[in-house]
Every structure is written in structure tokens, then in C-alpha cells.
């Protein structure tokens, strides 16, 4: 199992540029969620999805869509990027919701300028 | 919402000695607790969890505590190695979200 893969790994956005980041996990998982990580605050979840076609926001959802096709893949837009949104994001999947500990991905690290 | 206070920010010990890093949580709804150990440049891995049904969990040279009235968790690490140093956070599951602390930079010294 290659378990929970992010791409890409870097990257460096204009402010107002629009981008996806992706995830793909094939331990068929259902829960799946979108977390951001910066200096001194730990890690916020941005969205989470109980299963395909379900969505649903987190913490700090603004600036950010999700959606769920697939049980594989959780893709993550940003619809108009913002130095505010510099930051390293990791992908995470569970088998399911309640009591069950979360994969995470290596992250991506997104630099806007 | 949920709100989690880790302590302390950083911590330093000889090898071989114990480490403790300590949380706290506000919503006594929460009824799992996890502990995640990430390396520089990488997600964070899964260490040892506990659910709120359970006092203590011991794996090996890692243990977590859980005082439900007190709403605190510890994680106890003992006979430190160079190759536990790294950050932890601890987090508290509330409905369908996980809220972190904000991390504990953990240094095992030679």
C-alpha cells in the first residue's frame, strides 16, 4: 500500500491564483480530511469527508473547497490564493470517523507570494 | 468548539531519562485522544491513542494517561534515544473533527 500520497511536494503561487492540491489514499478509507499546519498553532482542519459525495468544513474552511468523487481521492482548491494561505498541508485518512488513529501524508509546502 | 493546550512547547532530556508532555481539552464530550510524532520534513505518524472508556494505555516504552474529570491526557516516555526527539502533538476527537495542540518539540540529548 502506497498510503496516503500528496502532490505535489512544493509550490509557489501569485496571490489570486487558483490551484489544487491532491490526495489520493488506497486503504479504503471513508474519512478523509484537509489540514493546515503553521509555526506555533499545530495543525487546523480546513475540511473533512465521511465518505464519497459527503463534505463538510472544519476549523478554517475559509478560502478553501473540497469535494468527493471517489473513496480514493480528496482533492483540496484554493479558488483565489493569499499570503495568508502560506502554509504546509497534509492530507489524512481514517477508516472511519469515531476512535480510529488518522494516516497522514508527507504534505505540501505552498508558498504565496 | 473544541479548545487543546499542550505543555510544554519544548523539552529536553538526557538520554535515557522520562519524558512527560501534558494536555488539556474543554469539551467533555471528546472521547478520543491520540498522540502523533512527526519528524522534520514529514506528516505526523500515529504513536500510541487512548479512548475516554480507558484510564491508561502502555506500548512498550510509551504510555498515555487520561483523567476524564480533570479533562487532561499525558503521554510518558521512558528510557529516552536520540531517535525520539521530534515534535508530538496531542489531539482530542470531538463529534467529527480532531483539534491538536499545538506541539511539543522533544530533544533527547547523547
Known amino acids: 500500500n502506497a498510503g496516503v500520497t500528496q502532490t505535489p511536494k512544493f509550490q509557489v503561487l501569485k496571490t489570486g491564483q487558483s490551484m489544487t492540491l491532491q490526495c489520493a489514499q488506497d486503504m479504503n478509507h471513508e474519512y478523509m480530511s484537509w489540514y493546515r499546519q503553521d509555526p506555533g498553532m499545530g495543525l487546523r482542519l480546513i475540511h473533512y469527508s465521511v465518505g464519497a459525495g459527503i463534505t463538510d468544513q472544519g476549523e478554517v474552511p475559509n478560502g478553501y473547497n473540497v469535494s468527493r468523487s471517489t473513496t480514493e481521492d480528496f482533492p483540496l482548491r484554493l479558488l483565489s490564493a493569499a499570503p495568508s494561505q502560506t502554509s504546509v498541508y497534509f492530507c489524512a485518512s481514517s477508516y472511519s470517523m469515531v476512535g480510529q488513529g488518522t494516516f497522514f501524508g508527507p504534505g505540501t509546502r505552498l508558498t504565496v507570494t | 468548539g473544541e479548545n487543546v493546550e499542550q505543555h510544554p512547547s519544548t523539552l529536553s532530556v538526557q538520554e535515557g531519562d522520562s519524558a512527560v508532555i501534558k494536555c488539556t481539552y474543554s469539551?467533555?464530550?471528546?472521547?478520543?485522544f491520540p498522540w502523533y510524532k512527526q519528524e522534520l520534513g514529514k506528516g505526523p505518524q500515529l504513536i500510541i491513542d487512548?479512548?475516554?472508556?480507558?484510564g491508561e494505555k502502555k506500548d512498550q516504552r510509551i504510555a498515555v494517561t487520561l483523567n476524564k474529570t480533570a479533562k487532561h491526557f499525558s503521554l510518558h516516555i521512558t528510557e529516552t534515544q536520540p531517535e525520539d526527539s521530534a515534535v508530538y502533538f496531542c489531539?482530542?476527537?470531538?463529534?467529527?473533527?480532531?483539534?491538536f495542540g499545538t506541539g511539543t518539540s522533544l530533544t533527547v540529548i547523547p
Open positions: 489531539a482530542a476527537q470531538a463529534g467529527n473533527q480532531f483539534y
Open positions: 487512548i479512548r475516554s472508556n480507558v
Open positions: 469539551d467533555s464530550a471528546s472521547n478520543y
